[in-house]
């Protein structure tokens, strides 16, 4: 069934060996067999207190359902498996009671597969008061545990402040070996680790990665009996990737500043620092939409309708993969869908006719990571920076003004390093690459290529209005707000793409799309010479501006004819 969810959480690692998960997942099979268990119909909450709020916190599952819900993705009048209410929230019952109906008063119906109960629409008395009887059980239940936990962690936390090394949750690639010891590195966990890190800042999407972890039957940690059934997912991919572990950092939950280096590290700085850059960009991007196959549209191509973002989506019974607009899949836009492989021909011709040749014959690859690199350290920066400002505003302290001083030092420092970087990359010049010998050179087949392809762009700040209009696609190529190439793509062939500048009129030219850079134009101008002569110094020249509609090919049959696609 396509609107059924299912909600899983735990708390506690001992609960992922409980195998909380599987029994979770098997009571919503159980009772609804239809239920289809992939990433896009679970949403799964690991080692997130609900006591706390974690789960709707930023990261939290259930926050990122709620997000979807308002966003249309997971539409009006689906239904949310959960085992029982406390997995949703073991807030007090009035919090949780709101959370509650904030997910049945959009149109959600949420079922408890404990009891069977289901909660959906304005609650009616019967099922409100057995919701807050529920819920507030829940919460008393916590509260106890809370206070009998706490006493022993604060004696910890402080042992660990003093430098002693004691038994607290440890990440899954460490072991305890005792009081004073170092932490024993497991290194099988340290190599999944690894690889996780580096596809991460290379650009693969979690579910890609995931997807590559599975296929080799790599288990995920703590999951060591065969056949468990248990797989790696994104959830749990994301919360690795923003695990400071990794670098040795511990963070008491008392309150205090984090202790660096108090684990043995297992990822070096820059390699961590280029993954959180990734999440920025897709954190971005608001993707959605998490396919194997990197999108090449993700904050380039937009629906001409609507202005919303396009996902890529199997559609139809031979699987083929389309771009659907994200405010129809929410019922808010009609726009038709488009073939994905048939919109990659229209992408490689925007490359083709809006980025510099030394972009296609260059290893950039270097240089993307130090992109990267720095928007992750930015990022870091920024998160420090809001925690000042809080401070600051509660107690205006000199120490904590001349912290935050620092603090908009470092990032100034590293946005000009990154503007510098960007704009290196974007002023590549080179004029003498043919349209056969730059074909050649794109490479859209790996995610890595796809996502450089794409970061390229949204770096010269392209945007793509996309419109199907049988039996054409329609491109709009916009660059920083102004309108710089149209398109109609008919079948399987390439676009050919009329300039409206200057600049795209020349980048026809180098391509050998045309004889004349002028004839590249929307609407030629007039005083042309002959071919291969010069324009007059005492002619005036094209104006490339306020030009109406493209004049059609057989307006230049008498003078010109086109040697390109």
């Not at 408890?112 to 409100?128: A, C, F, P």
């Not at 202790?259 to 993707?287: T, W």
């Not at 020349?506 to 324009?535: H, M, S």
Request: aromatic share 8%; net charge neutral; glycine share 8%.
């Amino acid at each position: 069934m396509e609107n059924l969810y299912l909600y899983i959480r735990y708390s506690t690692d001992k609960q992922e060996d409980g195998s909380s998960y599987d029994r979770q997942l098997k009571l919503a099979r159980q009772q609804y067999p239809a239920f289809i268990a992939d990433d896009q119909h679970i949403y799964f909450d690991a080692g997130k207190s609900a006591y706390k709020g974690e789960q709707l916190a930023e990261g939290g599952e259930l926050r990122r359902f709620r997000d979807d819900m308002r966003s249309g993705k997971v539409p009006t009048g689906s239904t949310l498996l959960v085992e029982d209410l406390d997995r949703l929230s073991r807030a007090d019952m009035w919090e949780a009671s709101e959370n509650l109906r904030d997910l049945t008063e959009n149109g959600i119906t949420v079922v408890t597969l404990r009891d069977g109960q289901r909660y959906s629409g304005k609650l009616n008395l019967s099922s409100g008061l057995m919701s807050l009887i529920k819920q507030e059980l829940a919460h008393d239940e916590s509260r106890k545990k809370a206070g009998r936990v706490a006493d022993s962690y604060v004696l910890r936390y402080a042992a660990a402040r003093a430098g002693k090394k004691v038994k607290v949750l440890l990440p899954s690639w460490l072991e305890w070996v005792g009081d004073y010891e170092p932490y024993k590195v497991k290194e099988a966990e340290k190599a999944i680790v690894k690889e996780i890190f580096d596809r991460a800042a290379e650009g693969y999407s979690y579910a890609a990665i995931a997807k590559m972890l599975n296929q080799r039957g790599v288990k995920p940690f703590r999951s060591k009996k065969d056949g468990d059934g248990k797989l790696w997912i994104t959830a749990s991919l994301y919360a690795l990737i923003r695990n400071e572990a990794v670098l040795g950092t511990y963070k008491p939950n008392d309150g205090g500043p984090p202790l660096p280096l108090y684990f043995p590290p297992i990822i070096e700085k820059s390699v961590f620092d280029a993954a959180q850059g990734v999440r920025v960009e897709r954190k971005r991007a608001k993707e959605t939409s998490r396919g194997p196959v990197y999108n090449l549209w993700t904050r380039v191509g937009v629906c001409a309708l609507c202005g919303r973002a396009y996902h890529c989506l199997p559609k139809g019974k031979a699987g083929h993969v389309y771009l659907v607009c994200s405010g129809k899949i929410g019922g808010a836009c009609k726009a038709g869908n488009i073939r994905a492989d048939k919109a990659e021909i229209g992408f490689r011709e925007v490359l083709l006719n809006a980025v510099n040749a030394d972009y296609f014959l260059e290893d950039n690859r270097e240089e993307l990571m130090k992109a990267r690199e720095l928007e992750g350290q930015i990022d870091a920066v920024d998160r420090k920076r809001q925690t000042l400002l809080a401070m600051l505003e509660d107690d205006p302290m000199p120490e904590i003004a001349a912290a935050l001083k620092k603090i908009n030092s470092e990032r100034a420092v590293l946005t000009e390093q990154k503007a510098a970087l960007d704009q290196a990359a974007i002023q590549r010049v080179n004029l003498s690459r043919s349209r056969e010998a730059l074909q050649a050179k794109i490479d859209l087949s790996s995610n890595t290529a796809r996502m450089e392809a794409n970061s390229v762009l949204r770096r010269l700040k392209i945007s793509v209005e996309i419109q199907r209009q049988d039996p054409h696609i329609l491109y709009t190529i916009m660059q920083d707000g102004k309108l710089i190439l149209k398109g109609r793509q008919t079948g399987d062939k390439a676009p050919p793409l009329m300039a409206y500048t200057k600049e795209t009129a020349v980048r026809a030219y180098e391509l050998g799309d045309t004889l004349w850079p002028e004839l590249a134009i929307e609407k030629p101008f007039k005083n042309r010479t002959n071919e291969g002569q010069q324009l007059s110094s005492t002619e005036p020249g094209p104006d490339w501006s306020n030009y109406d509609e493209p004049l059609h090919e057989h307006d230049y049959v008498d003078e010109y004819t086109p040697t390109g696609n």
